[in-house]
């Protein structure tokens, strides 16, 4: 080994030449109006002739309708295809990949970061179709983590949720544009026009009252702002085209409320259903003490995400139940298809890809990408940022020496591997102190220092306090 290299680096064994992994396998080119579809010459049924003259005897043709998907599975099972790669093209992938599996083909959804780097390769629908196959047939290709049907339902509940919470925030801002355009001034009163304050006397100015201290009344015992205060800023002008546009926001408003206690109430119905893996566990206490989230559920979420997981997530530092619901319904409770909590954090996004050659190391970035678990978990670290824990005093560490951002992404992994362990092997989490953890790396720091010093010939000795 090079004494250039710090360590020893993992190699490949020269004589293990690349096989072929996958005998019976097909490729599939995703598109919205047709598939195309790659099958091995040698299984392709003899006396079998192409409708299309002009494509290959491997290659076949299909539309996208139900029909047409059904003719693509009944095909594969006469070339017997055991194994279909796909890329994952928009939401083109999911008709055809739900109805594979459903009829037992084991169905590879790819990145297709992992079929496109071949330098001067023709490109056509065709020979992508025919690369596919031809990379999956030799295990090339890796199959992208997907969770369970019942997770997947639950996921598609969380994401609608998500999407309605977007829509409503839009006419929140409509609101507020309204009403400023009327000079009236409830948003430097009240932190949130649509909270119980101001919800209140909104909705009264579209009921036709303008006294503005009818409209204070409304004020709540906590509010900052006096009721005086209040009825100062609500002496506006009240043109009929603005009180129009303040009542169809309200309306809208409302509509998208309603729609996301329907939907929360699919999402419990679907955790209802899930297995209960608490084994009767008892719900631990919760460490923290808190005000509601603006966007929490409104049913027990923090009891049912420990039933059907088991662990309950929100022990650790930085996860709420939103939190800890986005987490569960996108990766699910069973976590084996990552082998390592490395493989995870890799899977998330959240640790740098070194980029290097000749021992130099030239990118370190994380990688890019749109995960919601991710994005979630970034959310939860920066919430760490002035914490009396151990995650908040690791977070003010990094901070101090790589910024905010490099932060955020190191909390997030610690956050994610704490997850993981929850997950994978159940263990129950014990939180530690700041003034542990700063005990612990001050004890690092010690030990480090001494073998330095000892490796240029001195001995580190604590300086003693004279009397």
């Not at 299909?62 to 070339?79: M, N």
Request: with cysteine; glycine share 8%.
């Amino acid at each position: 080994m090079s004494p250039r290299f710090g360590k020893k680096f993992r190699t490949s064994n020269p004589s293990q030449d690349i096989a072929l992994t996958h005998a019976h396998a097909a490729g599939v080119d995703i598109h919205a109006a047709m598939h195309m579809v790659s099958v091995p010459v040698e299984d392709v049924p003899k006396g079998f002739v192409n409708a299309d003259d002009k494509l290959p005897l491997g290659v076949r043709k299909f539309g996208t309708t139900t029909g047409e998907l059904e003719a693509l599975a009944a095909w594969l099972k006469d070339c017997h295809v055991e194994t279909v790669a796909m890329e994952s093209t928009g939401v083109y992938w999911i008709p055809l990949y739900d109805l594979l599996a459903s009829q037992g083909f084991e169905v590879y959804l790819v990145d297709p970061r992992q079929t496109k780097q071949a330098p001067g390769r023709p490109k056509s629908d065709v020979l992508d179709c025919q690369w596919i196959r031809r990379l999956h047939s030799y295990g090339l290709l890796t199959a992208s983590f997907r969770p369970t049907d019942e997770i997947v339902k639950w996921r598609g509940f969380q994401r609608q949720r998500e999407m309605l919470i977007r829509y409503a925030a839009q006419h929140v801002q409509h609101l507020q544009k309204t009403l400023e355009e009327m000079n009236v001034k409830l948003t430097e009163v009240v932190s949130d026009i649509v909270g119980q304050t101001g919800m209140k006397i909104i909705q009264d100015i579209v009921r036709g009252v303008r006294d503005p201290l009818k409209l204070a009344k409304h004020r709540h015992p906590s509010c900052k702002a006096s009721e005086a205060e209040i009825a100062s800023a609500l002496c506006g002008t009240w043109r009929e085209e603005h009180l129009f546009v303040l009542k169809q926001d309200l309306k809208l408003y409302e509509f998208y409320q309603k729609q996301l206690r329907e939907c929360e109430t699919q999402i419990e119905a679907c955790l209802r259903q899930m297995q209960d893996k608490s084994q009767g566990a008892m719900l631990p206490p919760n460490p923290r003490k808190r005000k509601p989230e603006k966007n929490e559920v409104r049913f027990g979420a923090r009891e049912l995400l420990f039933k059907v997981s088991g662990v309950d997530l929100t022990q650790i530092e930085g996860i709420s139940e939103t939190t800890a619901l986005v987490i569960l319904s996108e990766i699910g409770t069973d976590l084996s298809a990552f082998a390592h909590e490395k493989n995870f954090v890799s899977w998330l996004g959240l640790c740098p890809q070194h980029r290097g050659s000749a021992g130099k190391i030239f990118k370190r970035r994380t990688r890019r990408g749109a995960n919601r678990v991710a994005r979630a978990l970034r959310m939860g670290a920066q919430g760490c940022h002035g914490a009396k824990n151990a995650l908040g005093a690791f977070y003010r560490r990094i901070q101090s020496r790589g910024g905010g951002g490099k932060a955020i992404v190191a909390t997030a992994r610690k956050i994610a591997e704490r997850v993981y362990r929850m997950l994978k092997y159940g263990q129950e989490y014990v939180r530690q102190s700041q003034e542990a953890y700063e005990s612990a790396y001050r004890l690092r720091q010690e030990k480090a220092l001494a073998k330095k010093a000892a490796s240029l010939g001195y001995k580190l000795v604590p300086e003693t306090m004279s009397s």
